[in-house]
Each structure stands twice: as structure tokens, then as C-alpha cells.
């Protein structure tokens, strides 16, 4: 029977609740449990497809063509469980499928309310669609006291009182920080966060408190006190050098045995977090640094490339050196200044992106490395802008475009009208909805034998996570291949370029799909391992 664990979060947002879900997650595996985790989040939006990432954070596509919140990257990244389209749910998702069924009639002339009708809702995606899991850990998006949140409080209070009580668990990550001034670390916001959240009748079972520096004893037991959770459940989370590092800080403070003993769980295995150790000991012991240039839109969020930069970091692991990441703004890019700005490259990358705004500065970018033999990863728009560059630059088609930008004749990169997913034909319009009608998910690619494609994943058939509306089209195949461009990889039916190449170059690759989605810090994407080691042979010329 499956356990569930509710993670709240209260005092500020931004504390890290996925992170902690997430590494809770690994310890219960390494507890010989089977686990799950969820999202809910309550804003307004049917998922977070259409938002900007710089204002949300990036968007996580899962193998079933989803587009969740960044946090199910976290999840896949710690547990290894491939995250699914039952796994996040929005307010915007569950008031769509309410208001389509009171559409139809359904309701049978009944009112409908945020109680029972949205509630009930909620507490049917909570345990929805599982498999045997021993734990389902649910993270609620948002902080304690916000409106939107409420019925997603409620739903869990609920959930807690109808099913077995020893069966779920609640576990709230607030703030203690430190004052300067005083010199001393403050509680009370904490108190008034679990008052609050006693207020919509949920009392937290543990609190995880984020600090930055120890919380003494005293200050916690005052925290227990006052918020009426047992001494030993009021466990102090400090910020850590690397994320890799909290699964290993929680044991450490007992998280995970506090957890199994509310559950009158024993572990099923003595609890080996080798797997951590070794990632976080390679993590302080890399040695030398390679210099990555991205250049895209620059983003002071730094989670707008989230799974990126962790995929760019374990490439990083693999190769013990410690990846520098230096974020270049393409719009700020010109010939006068592109020397300048991208000598000191050891490899240079151009991201997933959208729009006109900054592409011709990444496609000056592109041409650098192209010329200046230093290695180049494309994802996505960055290989179709490889694409752009080789044909303007190669074939001399200085009118090369994508239709993402104009409508032309020239257009190297094209709206894909029609494509083939699983037997059946997927079709779009100019004018088809934004949200949710991308190439998204897991597709299969076939991967051309001799080719550098083919050295670095081993394989034939690869499968990869999508997310794009635009496909480099076929027609300058031929004569790219004459100038030493060639296409590696395509979808099965031989249609979608998935992987352009430069065998010559020290290492050019574009790829149309998202690698870093799939790269964890034990299994580092071999992408990734492949485009950090060619940057760090570059370091050492
Ligand atoms: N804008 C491009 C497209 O929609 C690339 C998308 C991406 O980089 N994820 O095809």
C-alpha cells in the first residue's frame, strides 16, 4: 500500500521543496522503497508550456510528451523514475477538465464548487495512475498563505482524514534566517507559517527549516514548542555547496529515519549512499576548469536552463573538471566585439530557444566556432541555426532563414506541418494553438553508422526528448554534404533530421532535440561527457 508524503513550503518560496522532495525520494530508495513524486502546482496556466521561462523557470519535458514544471527534472535527476504526464497537475488543468464536463451536462444540473467538485479533483490526481509505488511524495507548489494554493490545502487535509492517517504525512519547508544585526537566527517566521498552516487544519508532522548557517538546539526545540512537532522532527536543512550534496545532509540530520519511524517502517537494505558520495567528492576534487560559453538570451534566472547547466555540470562530473559556465547575450554579439568576447571559449553552446530577437548574434556565434575549430554543441534552435549558418555561409544562400522569423522562400528551417508519432499522423497549421501542440517527448532516432554521432552514443537507435515547432528541412541535404555538413540521425521515417555534424571539425554537433533532459549526475548524458571532454582537450592546447 502506497504511503503518501505532502511537502508544503511556507515564509518564502524559492527554499528548495522540490530539491528536498527529491532527495527525500533517493533516500527511500536507498531504503529499498519504490518511490514516486508530483507536483501540484496552483497557478492558472494548463501547464507551464506556454511560459516564459524566464520568468517561470525552464520547461521539463517528460518521455510522454508533457510539459511540467522544472522541479520533475529534479525528481528524474535524483530518483532516476521517469516522470509522467499524471505526475503534475495546475489549477488551470483542473478547472479546464471541470469546466468541459459541466459543459457536457455532466454535473446533471448540480452547482459547481471549489468544494467538493475542484477538491476532489485534486485528491483523484494524488493517487491516480500509480504502480506499486511504497511511497508517493507530493510537493505543493507555493507558499503558505497564498489564495490560489488554498483548495490544494485542502485537498490534502482531506486526503489525510479520509484515508488511514498513519498512511500520509506532512512535512513543511519554512525559513529560519539569520539577522545581523542581532546576530541571531529568527524562528518566528516559522511559527507563524505553521500557525497558518494549522489554521487550514494541517499540522505538520516534520519540519525540514532552511538556514544558513547551524540552528542550535535551543532554537529548535523552541521551534517544536511552539509549533507543536515532536524535538527530533524539527530538522535543520543548511545550505550546501552542491544540491548533490543534500540527500547525504538529510541523512545525516535524519530525515529519512524520522520518515520511515512515522511510517513504522524499517529499512528493507543497510543504507549505502555511495552513489552521492562519489558524485559530490568528484564535484570538490575536479581539477582545472573549462571555460563554456553560452550564448543565448541572457537570463539573470538562473533556472530558465535548469536541466542545462546540471546536464553541462555532470558532463563536468565525468571528466573531473569543474565546468564554468559564462552567459554570453546574443543581442550584445556583432563582428566588432565577437573576438573579443568569445576567444577565451573552450567550447561554446547555443541553447533551445525561440523567437528572432538574438539569432543573428548566436549565428555569428556559430560561425566562430565553425571557423575557429572549437567545439560546438547546438540544441535544438541551436542546430537549426547551424543549419541557417552552414547554408548562408557554405552554399553562399545569404537570404537563409527560418519561417520561425519570416515568411520566405529561403527558408533552411520550416514549420512542421505533419509528423509521423507512434501509427499515427500528427498535423499543425499556421494557426494552431501554442500550448501543447510542439513535437514533444520521446522520439526514436536512427543514428548513422561511421559517424561521430554514432562514437559517442554506441548506438543505433536512440531516444530522445522533443520540443520544437520548426524542422530543418531536407532540400539542402546534398549539397551541405559536399561542403562537409552532413545529417547523422533522423527520425525513422527518414523525414526529421535529428543530428547535423561536421566530421572535420574538432567537435560540431547540433542536435534537434534536448539531451540535457535525460542526464543525471550517475549517468551523465554521454552528450554531455563527449562535448566536455573535446573542451577540455581544447583547454590543455
Ligand atoms: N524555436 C524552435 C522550434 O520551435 C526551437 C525550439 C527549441 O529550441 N526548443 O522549433
Redesign the pocket.
Known amino acids: 500500500m502506497a504511503r503518501f508524503i505532502f511537502v508544503t513550503g511556507g515564509v518564502v518560496s524559492s527554499l528548495g521543496k522540490g530539491l528536498a522532495a527529491a532527495s527525500l525520494a533517493s533516500l527511500l530508495q536507498h531504503h529499498g522503497y519504490k518511490v514516486r513524486i508530483r507536483k501540484l502546482d496552483p497557478y492558472l496556466n494548463v501547464d507551464p508550456g506556454t511560459m516564459s521561462p524566464y520568468q517561470h523557470g525552464e520547461v521539463y519535458v517528460t518521455d510522454d510528451g508533457a510539459e511540467t514544471d522544472l522541479d520533475l527534472g529534479h525528481y528524474e535527476r535524483f530518483t532516476g523514475v521517469i516522470s509522467k504526464k499524471s505526475d503534475n497537475i495546475t489549477s488551470g488543468k483542473v478547472y479546464q477538465d471541470i469546466i468541459k464536463r459541466e459543459r457536457k451536462g455532466e454535473y446533471l444540473g448540480g452547482t459547481v464548487q471549489v468544494i467538493p467538485h475542484v477538491t476532489n479533483e485534486i485528491k483523484k490526481f494524488i493517487d491516480n495512475d500509480l504502480n506499486d509505488e511504497d511511497f508517493i511524495i507530493c510537493e505543493i507548489g507555493g507558499t503558505i498563505g497564498d489564495i490560489e494554493s488554498l483548495p490544494f490545502i485542502e485537498a490534502i487535509r482531506q486526503f489525510h482524514y479520509e484515508n488511514d492517517t498513519e498512511m500520509s504525512m506532512f512535512i513543511h519547508v519554512t525559513l529560519v534566517p539569520y539577522i545581523s544585526s542581532s546576530g541571531e537566527l529568527k524562528t518566528k517566521p516559522t511559527q507563524h507559517s505553521v500557525k497558518e498552516l494549522r489554521s487550514l487544519g494541517i499540522q505538520p508532522n516534520i519540519l525540514l527549516c532552511r538556514a544558513d548557517r547551524e540552528i542550535p538546539k535551543d532554537e529548535r526545540d523552541k521551534i517544536a514548542l511552539f509549533c507543536n512537532v515532536s524535538k527530533d522532527n524539527v530538522i535543520q536543512a543548511i545550505n550546501a555547496p552542491s544540491i548533490y550534496e543534500v540527500p547525504i545532509n538529510f541523512m545525516n540530520e535524519g530525515l529519512d529515519k524520522r520518515v520511515l519511524e512515522y511510517f513504522n517502517l524499517d529499512s528493507k537494505k543497510s543504507l549505502d549512499l555511495k552513489m552521492w558520495k562519489n558524485v559530490s567528492e568528484y564535484i570538490l576534487k575536479s581539477d582545472g576548469e573549462v571555460n563554456i560559453n553560452i550564448v543565448g538570451k541572457y537570463t539573470g534566472l538562473a533556472d530558465a536552463y535548469k536541466s542545462l547547466n546540471e546536464a553541462l555540470s555532470h558532463g563536468g562530473i565525468f571528466n573531473k573538471v569543474k565546468v564554468k559556465i559564462n552567459w554570453i547575450e546574443s543581442e550584445d554579439l556583432s563582428l566588432s566585439n565577437l573576438d573579443d568576447k568569445l576567444k577565451n571559449s573552450d567550447g561554446i553552446l547555443v541553447?533551445?530557444?525561440?523567437?528572432k530577437r538574438g539569432s543573428e548574434g548566436k549565428i555569428l556565434a556559430i560561425k566562430y566556432a565553425r571557423e575557429n575549430d572549437i567545439p560546438y554543441f547546438g540544441?535544438?534552435?541551436?542546430?537549426?541555426l547551424a543549419a541557417i549558418e552552414a547554408v548562408r555561409n557554405l552554399l553562399n544562400i545569404n537570404e537563409a532563414t527560418?519561417s520561425?522569423f519570416d515568411d520566405s522562400s529561403s527558408s533552411v528551417?520550416g514549420l512542421?506541418t505533419e509528423w509521423a508519432k507512434e501509427d499515427q499522423l500528427e498535423k499543425r497549421k499556421i494557426d494552431s494553438d501554442l500550448g501543447g501542440t510542439?513535437?514533444l517527448g520521446a522520439y526514436d532516432a536512427i543514428v548513422e553508422p561511421e559517424s561521430k554521432a554514432f562514437e559517442i552514443y554506441g548506438e543505433k537507435i536512440i531516444s530522445e526528448r522533443?520540443?520544437?515547432?520548426?524542422?530543418v528541412n531536407n532540400n539542402y541535404r546534398d549539397s551541405l554534404k559536399e561542403k562537409g555538413v552532413i545529417f547523422s540521425a533522423f527520425s525513422p521515417d527518414g523525414l526529421l533530421p535529428e543530428i547535423l555534424e561536421i566530421p572535420s571539425h574538432t567537435w560540431f554537433v547540433g542536435v534537434?532535440f534536448?539531451p540535457e533532459l535525460k542526464s543525471k549526475p550517475f549517468e551523465p548524458h554521454p552528450l554531455f561527457k563527449s562535448f566536455i571532454g573535446a573542451a577540455l582537450k581544447k583547454s590543455k592546447e
Do not use: A, D, L
Not at 540544441?379 to 537549426?384: A, E, K, L, V
Not at 522533443?466 to 524542422?471: G, N
Open positions: 541553447p533551445g530557444g525561440f523567437g540544441i535544438c534552435f541551436g542546430m537549426q527560418s520561425e528551417v512542421m510542439m513535437r522533443h520540443r520544437h515547432r520548426y524542422e534537434q534536448h
